[in-house]
């Protein structure tokens, strides 16, 4: 596997050679903008600039996914032959939370509380207490407490919505570049 290794990270390192060229080329491409685009000559020469960068920019994309999706494949099938022995040990190690946890509330009926703090050789084990939350009346939550749901702000915004309470909404001029088949 290490040799493995060592053998895709050369490869990489060539096509990361590859791509410092193409970054070359955008720092040329750079050296040709105008601080502000004064007419239509200079709008179309910008926009052939940037058709040349969206180029480059899928280049190094696609050159990114040859190296790096065969390993997220190989990193989701791993997980996934691990997965139902995890999902095993982690009901198991549940199971046990839940034995002690009856037990403390045992002791918590009875009033003879004791937090035991346990020492093996490679472990401590002790209590600490969390809290559960539930919300029950979302109306009298205090203002500090909550925060806005941008993607459905986003979402209404998409469908036609331009006047929401407290948003500001400003229309924003996007170049899009799109390759021809």
Known sequence: MELQIKKIEAEVNLSINSIKKALEKLNSLEQQLPKKIQNEKEEKNICLIL????????????????????????????????????????????KIRDLLIEYKQNEKKQKKVSIQKYEFDNF??????????EIEDETKIPR?????DMKKIQEAVKMGIRKIKGVKITPRLVPVVRMKK
Do not use: M
């Open 51 to 94: 058709a040349e960068t969206s180029e480059i920019v899928k280049n190094i994309d696609t050159i990114r996914k040859k190296y790096s999706q065969p390993v997220y494949n190989l990193y989701k099938k791993i997980n996934s032959l691990f997965k139902p022995y995890l999902e095993k040990a982690k009901s198991f190690d549940e």
């Open 124 to 133: 401590i084990i002790h209590y600490r207490i969390d809290y559960d939350i």
């Open 144 to 148: 500090q407490y909550l925060s806005p």
